[in-house]
């Protein structure tokens, strides 16, 4: 067990609704990233948060947005869903700074009809 | 050309075989480099950190070729618990959080008895 936990582990949303995900980063971990792994495929980086602060955002659009707490939890938003945002979201937890592992959560299974 | 590339198997090997996964990627200013491995349905777990001296860990020995921008993992003496999907996964950024993976599409293993 890695200590990140995401909620919730499975969600189905219909077309054009908006989803929240969330993450609990490992105890001691400041920056948390979030990914999105379509089947198939290896995990594309979708944004990074640090200091409630998004630090870097891959490509994906705005209606993909974030949030960062004080306690390091984060969240990940995706407003108007698309077909194409079904995919397994996974959010990875790490200390900045330093280049230690990133501890991923066991992602949330989104499925868009 | 996909940042990261990697062979697209899959491969299916005996017990008791040696396997070897390569990658390559395009961005030269690429400091850090890893292998993880992902299980079927669940999230990606760090296999290990490869450096330009080559790096060994029991049966897997990560090599990394910089001036090639190429990266190798080998299993020596396969096992059925080595049935897995293998990521090539490189941070662009040099040391800091491990955010912002750049990873593979993967290729997956299966071990047979």
């Known amino acids: 067990e890695t200590g990140v936990t995401q909620s919730p582990t499975h969600l189905i949303k219909t077309r054009g609704q908006q989803v929240t995900l969330r993450c609990s980063s490992q105890?001691?971990?400041?920056?948390v990233s979030w990914y999105q792994q379509a089947l198939g495929q290896g995990p594309q980086f979708i944004f990074q948060?640090?200091?409630?602060?998004e630090n870097g955002r891959g490509n994906f659009p705005p209606r993909f947005s974030g949030l960062q707490f004080p306690n390091y939890s984060s969240e990940l938003n995706v407003n108007a869903l698309e077909l194409d945002d079904s995919a397994l979201y996974l959010c990875?937890?790490?200390?900045w700074g330093v280049g230690t592992e990133a501890f991923f959560g066991q992602g949330t299974r989104l499925t868009v009809v | 050309r996909k940042e990261v590339e990697q062979d697209p198997g899959p491969f299916n090997v005996p017990e008791g075989a040696t396997v070897a996964f390569n990658c390559t990627y395009s961005?030269?200013?690429?400091?850090?480099f890893f292998w993880y491995r992902q299980d079927c349905r669940k999230e990606p777990k760090l296999l290990m950190s490869?450096?330009?001296s080559g790096n060994e860990d029991g049966r897997f020995t990560a090599q990394l070729n910089r001036a090639s921008q190429y990266i190798s993992l080998l299993i020596r003496d396969s096992k059925l618990s080595d049935s897995a999907t293998y990521l090539c996964?490189?941070?662009?950024?040099?040391?800091?959080?491990?955010?912002?993976?750049?990873f593979g599409k993967g290729t997956k293993l299966s071990v047979k008895p």
């Open positions: 961005n030269s200013a690429s400091q850090s």
């Open positions: 948060y640090y200091r409630e602060e």
């Open positions: 996964v490189v941070n662009p950024y040099y040391g800091g959080s491990q955010g912002n993976l750049i």
């Open positions: 990875a937890s790490s200390l």
């Open positions: 105890s001691g971990h400041n920056t």
């Open positions: 490869v450096y330009s």
